[in-house]
């Protein structure tokens, strides 16, 4: 089993920044690729931004690309997402998931999932 928690959302202004994080606990996290989805009200669950585990390669969904960056500390079993210049249409629950393939992940059949954590941009 993985566990996953998510942490660091909250209220931000357009165009401000937010820096979310994803504590992976259980079995060897260098084994899986984590990433990140969102949901917005109404909407579908999208893929945000991967991080592989073989050689840390970032992947991202097009509309955060340039804004949004996805790291990994493997010591302390961690994924951070880094969101810059947020806009309103980023309001949604993001979640933090993982799985041993990338291609699982990505459309959203991880096979582990957090609780999520609200990221609300508004001014």
């Known amino acids: 089993q993985v566990q996953l928690v998510e942490s660091g959302g909250g209220l931000v202004q357009p165009g401000g920044s937010l820096r979310l994080l994803c504590e992976v606990s259980?079995?060897?996290?260098?084994?899986?690729?984590v990433g990140w989805f969102r949901q917005a009200p109404g909407k579908e669950r999208e893929f945000v931004a991967s991080?592989?585990?073989?050689?840390?390669?970032?992947y991202y969904a097009d509309s955060v690309i340039g804004r949004f960056a996805v790291s990994r500390d493997n010591r302390k079993n961690t994924v951070s997402l880094q969101m810059d210049s947020v806009r309103p249409e980023d309001t949604a629950v993001y979640y933090c998931?993982?799985?041993?393939?990338?291609?699982?992940?990505?459309?959203?059949?991880?096979?582990?999932w957090g609780q999520g954590t609200q990221v609300t941009v508004s001014s």
């Open positions: 998931c993982a799985d041993g393939l990338q291609s699982y992940l990505q459309t959203g059949r991880a096979a582990y």
């Open positions: 259980g079995r060897t996290f260098l084994n899986y690729n």
């Open positions: 991080i592989a585990w073989r050689d840390g390669r970032p």
